[in-house]
């Protein structure tokens, strides 16, 4: 049988960087994926193919309603799905091929089949065959990331109500396209039909879109959104989907005044939120359970109850995101290897990949109320910047929050252009205990989207904003 230091059940973002990071630091690693290709969700049918789709479908709305006015005149403008998708295809299988480039560098042993334990030291691997192959793992990290769950009375049938996987592979532009849950991956898909001409409506339990975020995003992604077609039901229950032909009806009642709601469309998109992959693992063969959710309870430093067992990424506590499971990838490689990694998980800034992008870190304002913390805000409108304006990107706003006592940032919040890079400024700012009063005065290139990061760090300083 053979031995590792290390055995990692899951390559995607979280198990691909562990695997590479313990080979770094000497360790035999095995890497342990059950589908054909490396890189999880993310690589394959999350991250990066959906915002390739979103890229390109964004692409596709200039030319239609910003490009004559930049003095570029087109006729017969026309979205070519097929392309798109294909376009996505190669992006996913160049970014995949790279994985796999990576394992072979560093030498990291990968097997494909599914990775269960047989006890706490023995992983069992089963092929699509059924044969199967044990190995003996000194340490193990879980990272078999999460699927798409659904809600009572929609049944996925992936042809006509579909998960974001389908909706990445559509060959055609629905007419009508119904979205269950307003989260991150609703907006998201839900842009890129929107911008190619579909009808988009979106049903919502809860009374706002992407709750994780402060208030102000939310608001103003709503707003955004409604102008490219979007229409909202906001505390409303889905009742049922049913499916006659190409037409789904989906059901609904208002949680407010119990009125029903009929919607008809030809594709349904339910993307109510994730589960964690932890069931068929053997869990209980190595003396570990999950919670209700789904979830293995870990301590500070991601271990379960079995201290040489690791959990991380969308199978732990915390936000699915493709980085957080690269941190904690690196932290726990670290970390067996006798180092003393760092991970601060407020930190750890949360994107919507929209146009305009929403990106956040720290606390919301709506946290800072509920901790009863003195806190100052200071916020710049896109529309204000000179360089939003050139691009015509003038939608959204910076936001920053700081402590009313020592300056120290608490959370910065961006809805904007390019939202999704300059958060990592706030980030670094963050991590580094900063005050609004050291972004205010660190010199900004002129004229760049990140000046109004300072404009948001000027106005929380005392209402000193240059250009406004």
């Known amino acids: 049988m053979d031995a590792f230091d290390v055995v990692i059940i899951g390559a995607g973002p979280g198990g691909y960087v562990a695997a590479i990071r313990c080979a770094q630091l000497g360790m035999k690693t095995a890497l342990i994926e059950r589908y054909a290709t490396l890189g999880g969700t993310c690589l394959n049918v999350g991250c990066i193919p959906s915002k390739a789709m979103l890229d390109s479908s964004e692409h596709f709305y200039n030319a239609g309603h910003t490009f004559a006015e930049h003095g570029i005149q087109l006729k017969d403008l026309k979205a070519d799905i097929t392309?798109?998708?294909?376009?996505?295809?190669?992006?996913?299988?160049?970014?995949?091929?790279?994985?796999?480039?990576?394992?072979?560098?560093?030498?990291?042993?990968?097997?494909?089949?599914?990775?269960?334990?047989?006890?706490?030291?023995?992983?069992?691997?089963?092929?699509?065959?059924?044969?199967?192959?044990?190995?003996?793992?000194?340490?193990?990290?879980?990272?078999?990331?999460?699927?798409?769950?659904?809600?009572?009375?929609?049944?996925?049938?992936?042809?006509?109500?579909?998960?974001?996987?389908?909706?990445?592979?559509?060959?055609?532009?629905?007419?009508?396209?119904?979205?269950?849950?307003?989260?991150?991956?609703?907006?998201?898909?839900?842009?890129?039909y929107a911008r190619l001409g579909s009808e988009v409506s979106v049903v919502e339990y809860t009374d706002t879109i992407c709750g994780s975020f402060d208030s102000s995003m939310r608001k103003e992604l709503q707003k955004v959104l409604t102008k490219i077609g979007f229409k909202f039901y906001l505390q409303h229950k889905v009742t049922g989907a049913e499916t006659k032909g190409k037409t789904v009806t989906v059901t609904a009642e208002s949680l407010k005044g119990g009125e029903k709601v009929e919607l008809k469309g030809d594709y349904v998109l339910v993307s109510t939120g994730r589960r964690p992959y932890t069931d068929s693992l053997g869990l209980e063969n190595a003396g570990l359970s999950a919670d209700e959710r789904g979830k293995i309870p870990v301590n500070e430093n991601c271990q379960t109850a079995v201290p040489s067992i690791y959990a991380i990424g969308d199978v732990v506590r915390g936000a699915m995101l493709?980085?957080?499971?690269?941190?904690?990838?690196?932290?726990?490689?670290?970390?067996?290897?006798?180092?003393?990694?760092?991970?601060?998980?407020?930190?750890?800034?949360?994107?919507?990949?929209?146009?305009?992008?929403?990106?956040?870190?720290?606390?919301?304002?709506?946290?800072?109320?509920?901790?009863?913390?003195?806190?100052?805000?200071?916020?710049?409108?896109?529309?204000?910047?000179?360089?939003?304006?050139?691009?015509?990107?003038?939608?959204?706003?910076?936001?920053?929050?700081?402590?009313?006592?020592?300056?120290?940032?608490?959370?910065?919040?961006?809805?904007?252009?390019?939202?999704?890079?300059?958060?990592?400024?706030?980030?670094?700012?963050?991590?580094?205990?900063?005050?609004?009063?050291?972004?205010?005065?660190?010199?900004?290139?002129?004229?760049?989207?990140?000046?109004?990061?300072?404009?948001?760090?000027?106005?929380?300083?005392?209402?000193?904003?240059?250009?406004?």
Do not use: C
């Open 83 to 192: 392309q798109m998708v294909k376009r996505k295809d190669e992006v996913v299988a160049q970014t995949v091929a790279g994985i796999d480039y990576l394992m072979k560098k560093n030498k990291v042993t990968v097997l494909h089949g599914h990775g269960s334990f047989v006890n706490a030291s023995t992983i069992r691997i089963t092929k699509d065959d059924k044969t199967t192959t044990d190995i003996q793992a000194k340490n193990t990290i879980i990272a078999t990331g999460s699927k798409p769950s659904s809600v009572p009375g929609v049944v996925i049938d992936k042809k006509r109500v579909i998960t974001s996987t389908e909706a990445l592979n559509l060959k055609e532009i629905p007419k009508h396209l119904i979205v269950i849950g307003g989260g991150v991956i609703g907006m998201e898909l839900g842009s890129v």
């Open 322 to 468: 493709a980085h957080k499971a690269e941190e904690e990838g690196t932290f726990v490689a670290e970390w067996i290897a006798g180092q003393k990694p760092h991970i601060n998980h407020l930190l750890i800034p949360n994107v919507v990949y929209t146009w305009p992008e929403v990106a956040s870190v720290g606390y919301t304002e709506e946290q800072l109320k509920a901790d009863k913390r003195a806190y100052k805000t200071g916020s710049f409108p896109f529309k204000a910047s000179g360089r939003a304006r050139a691009s015509m990107d003038t939608d959204g706003l910076v936001k920053m929050l700081a402590d009313a006592e020592t300056d120290e940032i608490l959370g910065v919040h961006i809805i904007g252009p390019r939202a999704a890079d300059m958060i990592a400024e706030a980030v670094v700012a963050m991590e580094f205990r900063a005050s609004a009063e050291d972004i205010a005065r660190i010199s900004h290139a002129h004229p760049t989207y990140t000046e109004s990061t300072r404009e948001a760090a000027l106005a929380a300083t005392g209402n000193r904003a240059i250009h406004i």
